[in-house]
């Protein structure tokens, strides 16, 4: 099993830039496909970002492409979501998760990740 903690969250203006941060402990992240998902007060968790354990496949939730980037270094066990152009609707917890299964695919269905963070509370005033 893999053991998370998220960090890097904050309070940050619309149009500005958080990175957080996911460090894992336990011998299995290096071969663990790894999400990134947030939930909104009153909301469901929802998917943003995947990546394989290899770091060469990445996902996006359609409301963060081309605003998100999914990384991970494995020599660190650290995944990270570089989060660009921030939007009010941004505003959630954010976690990190992990598939249990060695070299599994990432994917955005939230039912397969069984290894999660604390959370970090991103806060995006306009």
Do not use: H
Not at 3 to 28: D, I, N, Y
């Amino acid at each position: 099993q893999v053991q998370l903690v998220e960090s890097g969250g904050g309070l940050v203006q619309a149009g500005g830039s958080l990175r957080l941060s996911c460090a894992a402990s336990g011998r299995t992240f290096s071969t663990s496909a790894m999400g990134w998902f947030r939930q909104a007060p009153g909301k469901e968790r929802e998917f943003v970002a995947a990546i394989s354990w290899s770091g060469g496949i990445t996902y996006y939730a359609d409301s963060v492409k081309g605003r998100f980037t999914i990384s991970r270094d494995n020599a660190k066990n650290t995944l990270y979501l570089q989060m660009n152009s921030l939007k009010p609707e941004d505003t959630a917890v954010y976690y990190c998760a992990a598939k249990p299964a060695f070299f599994a695919a990432p994917s955005d269905r939230i039912y397969e990740y069984q290894n999660w963070g604390q959370g970090t509370q991103v806060t995006v005033s306009s």
